[in-house]
Structure formats: C-alpha cells, structure tokens
C-alpha cells in the first residue's frame, strides 16, 4: 500500500519485463540447486558438518577480538604486514599508500566481494594504478563497463553475443560465439598482464587465527597467478572471516562449494602463510593483510551478528524465488539475493535500502540450504520492525497497519468492516474478485486480482449452522 | 510483543574424526583417490615404480601429439625423484627448461611435471608445497600438469591433511589442486584452462 514508487520498484519493473534474462537466471539458479542436492546428498554426515560450521561461527563472531588478535599475531610471525581499515575509504587510501610506496603501477585482481565493497577498482586508478580484474567473469564486466549480478557467478546476466562484442571491440580480437575461443582470448590476454603484474589484490575466504594462513578458494586459477606472481600481494579481509583453528577448514571446506556448484572442493583452494622465505624461489616478497570493518563491528556488537557467520557460498540467491524473478542488479548492491537484503541495509544507509527488507515471501528456502544455518527469514523480520519503529514506513502503510490491528482484535469492528469493505470493492469488481481497486490500494491489483471479502462471512456461516443444528436438535 | 534476542555463549566444539571425515583411512585409499580425481576432471594413471619414467616419457609423447606439439617444452620439478632419470628419457623427445632462468622458461613451458607433497582421497586434490626448489608457478603456468604422487602419500580426508600431515613448519604456500583450470563464466558451459592448466594428469605410483 505504498503510494510512492521506489528506485527498487523501477529495477523490479525494469528487470521483470526482461524474459530472457529471467529465463537464464532462473535456469541457472535451478540446476545450481539441483547439483547441490546430488553432492550433499553424497555427504551422509552433511548436517552434522553444517552444525559444526555453525557453531565455529558463532563461537568465532562471539570471541571476535580474542581471535582477530590471534590471527595478527601469526600473519605477523610469518613476515606479512596486518593494516587496519575502519571504513571502505581507509581501506581504499591504505592499498593505494601501499601502492604508491613501493612504486606499484600494475594491478592485478581476483575476485573479492570486500573490494567491491569498497569501490577499490576507483580508488586505485584515481591513484595511478591499473587494474585488471582477471576472473573471467569479472573481467568481462570490466571490459564492457557493466557491473556483477551474483557474488559467484557474476555474469549470469550476459550472454555469449555481449561478451563476445565486448571483447571485439575492447581486445581487438575476431568476433566469435564460441565460449571456448572467448575463453582463451581472455587466457592470452591476461597472460601478458600476469607476466608484468607488480601488484595482486585478493579477498579472503578463510583466516586461520592459529596459523595466520589466508585462504583462498578459486576455480580458474587466476587467484594463484595473482597471488604468486605479482612482487607485492594485498589480502583485503572483513575481520568476520576469521576462524579458530587450521583443522576447522576441513569442515568450511566441505560445506562451502557443494552448496554452490555442488563441487566436493574448488579446483584450488590456495593457503598462504606469509610472504616469499629465503627458501621459496618463487611468490610475492610482501604479503599485506588490511582488515576491513566497514561496519561489521556495529552488527557483531548489536542484534543481527548471525549475519556476520555468512562464508558468501551464494547458495541462497540460488535457492531464492524473488532473486531468480529479479536478478543481481535489482537490489542494486554488491551483495544481492537473501544474504544482501540483510547485510546492504546493514552496511549502508538503512532508508535508502528500506525496501530491500521487505522484497522477501520468507518462504526460508535460503535457510535451508545455508550451510551456516543463518535463519536469513528472522533476521528480515527483525529487520522490517526496526523499520516499523524507526519510522522509515511511509504514513500511509502505517496507518493502514494501525487500522489493521485495531480491526483485527476488535471482533465487532471486524465484522463491521468485512461488510465495509465488501461494499467498497464493489467498483471494477467482477464477482468476488476485483482487479482495479481505486486510489492507495490500487498497488494491491498492480500485478494480481483482490478478492473482495465473501459476501457471506464464515461468522455468518457458522452462525446460521448453528441455528440449523439448534432447530433440528428440538 | 518484542522477542529478546537471547545470546548462547557457544564453545568452540571439537572436531571429532568420526562426524568430519567424509572418508575413512579403512578403504581402499589409492582406489579412492583415482576415482574422486578423475571426477572432478583429471587423467589418472596408476603404475608401479619401476615403469614410472617410462610412462611419463610416453604421457608426454601423447600429450604434445595431441596439442600439436612437435617438441614440447618442459619444466621439472627439481624435487622430483626421478628427475635424472626422466631428463634422459625426454631428451630426445623434448626440450627440458630451467626454471631457475626465470620467467622467460616458466611462461614457456607447455609442460609441467611435478611431484606432491600429499594427495587427498575425499577430493582427489593433490597438495602442492612452496619450498626448497619447489616452485609455485610449474604446476600453474603450463597448459598441462603431470603430477606424480606415491600411494603412500594419499591421506583419507581434509581432516587428516590437516590435523597431522603438513609439515612442521607451515610452508608459504600450500596449494590445494582438485582438477583443471575451470570456468563456467560464459552461459555456464564448463571449460578447462583459463588461466591454469588446461588438462590435468596424475600418475599413481603404487609400492
Ligand atoms: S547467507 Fe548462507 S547461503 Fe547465503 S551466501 Fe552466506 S553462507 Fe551462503
């Protein structure tokens, strides 16, 4: 009953008008949840490890400090250097001082949701620093100036004939449809870049506060290249990635791609503990870890910390009706789908994101395929009353809830207004059903038929019952 | 009406073997190990030592065949046992590079052949290791690995490689190696060897 349109309803209207894309998305999203099935299936133990997931992370949030202090110790132990980021900005300003102090020009990236976050990629040009993105995907969306729609699978909204005119026009190279030869095209190009890189920039999946090891676990093998070749390696970490103990890896490990793509383990799961040694003849010589907070302290220290268990597997876009309906670019954040609806308005501006919450049936498919359990349904409705109480719902669906209520635990007046209102839906109605109610309440037929309160109310019903059984009793 | 949210103080839970191994060290643990690695895309080949650099010579026959190679670039591994032995084979058949004369031999290489420092049943993943002339770029850079692994080298699960098997010190690097280069980027069709090795082929040497 919102009077308003939102910048969220227009990317809605925008995206669901797109057939095909919806058609690929949905396709994708189905067969990825399929696999997920057919591998956790082959895992007999598979609840047993997502308990044991859970409870590392939430042991891990509750004693954040104590193992981000454990973590810094190792990383610096084995030789890396541990920086800390309270915003996106510093976190930006400390990888382009990094940069600018040992004269780095060429950058090259694997795929991180923090810095997308943090909007790294300008940042570092504003300071000189080229940047190449080197995931498949993400480099595509960089050649053609678009922006990731999935945190795993970020061009699930392209097909083959945009990639392949991206390429032609931004790489030189013949126009082909042929995924294979686009592929390589990319593989040559980025070879070059690989063989000049000065500078590599990675997230982190796993902090192993015990051994100081970053974890990083990629497919195309773009992670290992941008963490081994470059002179210099930057890790940017949100400081809720930290877990206890190296052995715990084998349970995180387990559970974060079979609930993706449904393989056991990605192609290469990289551990890197500290830059080059004496004895290494090959790796970076400086390995910088900058911790991100960006917020995250805020939600660790208030009501929706189980949002900071989140180990990004994707899993719950997948699953997610609304998401396979509107795609990655309608929530209009770097993290969409279920897990963005609670962290975007959680890390941002929470009025610009109000409707974000609310985009949701809380049907809990994304729950169950959690492989850390985040019972996302609660948290959105915890979510859409501290918006209820903080006055960040228009007037008029206010007062329409007060009435609501008011009807609802009032029995006289709910009888009264069944009536009212079967008599004020009266016009367009076509039987018990109208689909062009008037004014305000015009949103509630936008994309569906109404029924009107039934002309006899199940208190009529009952009650004439009761009256028959009376008279046949005598 | 407000529900309180009420904060368990939840202890670190033990990992327990028996709930976290997805495969035990009772089964057949080579088996094993060659059919979750050629699930997840490599070739693998079991042998017995003494044959070992025999098939290797002729693995890289076929492989430069098939690629079109009329005289294929390797890089060796320089902790490989066999190393010698391997280097007079080829030498007829291949050029064998350096990797001590840096980029130029290692970007290179259509080849590379490597030892492992453990391989995992579960997940049929080789472990790679940084260290003492062991680089981190012969198994990623070349459009073909070769990794030689040693039956007795294979452990059961995650849980055991990381409980008990890597070394004292922790090395750098450790890599994790389960299949070729993947990609599903472009419309989700699968395709090998975007930035690592296209085609990935393990020799298992039984005792
Ligand atoms: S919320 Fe759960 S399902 Fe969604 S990305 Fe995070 S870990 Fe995966």
Not at chain 1, 223 to 229: A, H, I, M, P, Y
Not at chain 1, 376 to 390: C, E, F, K, N, S
Not at chain 2, 18 to 26: G, I, K, L, W
Request: aromatic share 6%.
């Amino acid at each position: 009953m919102k009077c308003s349109h939102t910048w969220f309803d227009e990317n809605v209207a925008r995206t669901l008008a797109d057939e095909s894309l919806r058609a690929v998305i949905g396709q994708t999203s189905q067969s990825k949840i399929e696999s997920r099935v057919v591998a956790t299936a082959k895992v007999p133990n598979f609840e047993q490890l997502r308990d044991l997931a859970t409870q590392i992370k939430q042991h891990t949030i509750e004693h954040l400090d104590h193992y981000l202090e454990r973590f810094i110790e190792q990383v610096r132990a084995n030789g890396g250097i541990v920086h800390f980021a309270a915003t996106a900005a510093d976190a930006n300003a400390c990888i382009a001082r990094i940069a600018q102090d040992n004269g780095l020009k060429l950058a090259v990236k694997v795929k991180a949701m923090t810095t997308e976050e943090t909007g790294l990629n300008a940042a570092l040009a504003a300071a000189g620093v080229q940047v190449f993105e080197t995931d498949l995907g993400e480099f595509i969306v960089q050649l053609d100036n678009d922006r990731p729609s999935h945190i795993v699978t970020p061009i699930i909204h392209k097909n083959r004939q945009t990639i392949a005119r991206a390429m032609q026009r931004e790489l030189g190279v013949p126009y082909t449809e042929d995924p294979e030869t686009l592929t390589r095209y990319a593989r040559e190009h980025l070879r070059d870049v690989f063989r000049r890189c000065d500078l590599g920039i990675s997230g982190v999946n796993f902090g192993v506060a015990e051994t100081g090891t970053i974890c990083i676990c990629t497919n195309e093998g773009n992670g290992r290249l941008s963490t081994t070749r470059p002179r210099v390696h930057v890790a940017l970490m949100g400081i809720e990635k930290v877990i206890p103990r190296l052995v715990d890896l084998s349970v995180f490990l387990k559970v974060l791609s079979r609930s993706n793509t449904g393989q056991p383990i990605t192609v290469y799961t990289s551990l890197m503990n500290g830059p080059r040694r004496e004895s290494d003849p090959d790796g970076p010589e400086q390995l910088h870890v900058v911790l991100l907070d960006n917020g995250r302290r805020a939600i660790q220290q208030g009501r929706y910390r189980e949002i900071l268990h989140c180990i990004r597997c994707g899993a719950c876009l997948n699953a997610c009706p609304v998401y396979r309906h509107i795609g990655g670019h309608a929530y209009d954040s770097v993290y969409p789908g279920p897990i963005g609806k609670v962290l975007t308005p959680l890390l941002n501006d929470p009025k610009h994101y109000a409707d974000l919450p609310q985009a949701s049936s809380l049907c809990g498919f994304c729950r169950d395929v959690c492989p850390v359990r985040i019972d996302i349904p609660d948290l959105l409705v915890r979510l859409r009353r501290d918006q209820a109480d903080g006055k960040a719902v228009p007037w008029l669906r206010r007062l329409a809830f007060r009435a609501l209520f008011w009807a609802l635990s009032t029995p006289r007046l709910m009888r009264w207004s069944q009536r009212v209102l079967r008599w004020g839906t009266v016009v367009g109605a076509k039987g018990d059903w109208n689909s062009r109610l008037p004014g305000p309440a015009a949103q509630l037929t936008r994309h569906r038929d109404t029924p009107r309160p039934a002309a006899k109310t199940f208190r009529d019903l009952w009650q004439s019952e009761r009256d028959r059984g009376d008279q046949t009793d005598q | 009406m407000r529900r309180s949210v009420t904060r368990q103080i939840v202890p670190l839970p033990a990992i327990d073997p028996s709930v976290v191994r997805c495969c035990t060290p009772d089964v057949d643990l080579a088996a094993t190990f060659c059919e979750r690695a050629s699930e997840v895309g490599m070739h693998v080949v079991r042998t017995t030592s003494g044959i070992c650099t025999e098939r290797v010579a002729e693995l890289v026959g076929n492989v430069a065949t098939r690629l079109g190679i009329a005289h294929p670039k390797l890089i060796i591994d320089l902790q490989l046992a066999e190393r010698a032995a391997l280097c007079a084979t080829l030498a007829d058949r291949a050029t064998v590079l350096d990797p001590h004369d840096g980029d130029d031999a290692l970007f290179a290489a259509d080849i590379g052949i490597t030892s492992v420092e453990a391989a995992v049943a579960e997940t049929g993943s080789l472990v790679s290791v940084s260290g003492q002339e062991g680089w981190r770029s012969t198994s990623l850079l070349p459009v073909v690995h070769i990794a030689i692994v040693r039956a007795a080298q294979i452990v059961p699960d995650l849980y055991d490689l990381f409980e008990s098997r890597l070394p004292k010190r922790i090395p750098t690097a450790i890599t994790l190696i389960s299949g070729p280069s993947k990609t599903a980027d472009i419309e989700g069709i699968l395709i090998t060897g975007v930035h690592g090795p296209r085609e990935v082929y393990v020799i298992v040497v039984d005792k």
